[in-house]
């Protein structure tokens, strides 16, 4: 969700600077704000027991996170990592509320919002639930370029490394690599300079 900067910082919002690798918040810890990145890129993931991370979303500037906890009043179940520098904007949760309730069409937005949300996850159980590989990228390329205005074939960078695709899938990196040249001769994809264009 996208709410505009001025409406944040006019119910006490506040900037955070943050340096690639720093946590916004650690999986366990208590939810007490609505988060949106100002600038750079944040991962949401956690570890199994064997250390394997996994990548639940990559999220970049004018996107929020972990605005669901806040409506459970639950710990969070993931971490929040930056990529990269990073401008955090947060709200204290009692103002998020305050600010919902004096202004009515963030709630209906905040609802297709957690929809939408729901929905990526169910699509990519769905597709983790396969053994195929190939059908596991596609789900995740179809989610990622329906955010693309766009109708264009082949034309929307997926701005993502292969090794975080593999941990969006839950797949190795290398059978990744093998699926995305087996897409490539099919005419699936295009690879060019490294980046996969879908």
């Keep these: 969700m996208n709410i505009d900067e001025n409406l944040l910082y006019s119910f006490g919002a506040e900037d ?19 988060f949106q990145i100002g600038e750079g890129k944040v991962k949401l993931n956690n570890y199994n027991e064997d250390g394997k991370e996994f990548i639940h979303n990559i999220l970049g500037k004018k996107q929020s996170f972990g605005e669901a906890m806040l409506f459970l009043n639950q710990d969070y179940p993931i971490n929040a990592v930056c990529l990269e520098e990073a401008r ?20 209906l937005e905040m609802n297709a919002c957690l929809s939408q949300e729901v929905f990526y996850k169910l699509k990519m159980m769905q597709s983790m639930a396969s053994q195929n590989p190939e059908q596991r990228l596609r789900a995740l390329l179809d989610y990622l370029k329906s955010y693309h205005d766009e109708e264009c074939h082949q034309c929307f960078h997926i701005a993502f490394t292969r090794q975080q695709i593999a941990n969006l899938v839950g797949l190795r990196v290398e059978t990744v690599i093998r699926t995305l040249k087996k897409m490539e001769k099919e005419g699936n994809i295009t690879l060019k300079d490294r980046k996969i264009l879908y």
């Design 16 to 34: 955070r600077d943050l340096k690639k690798r720093d946590m916004v918040f650690k999986e366990g810890d208590h939810a007490l704000y609505y």
């Design 88 to 107: 955090i904007i947060r709200l204290p949760k009692n103002n998020f509320f305050e600010m919902l309730n004096q202004n009515h069409d963030l709630s």
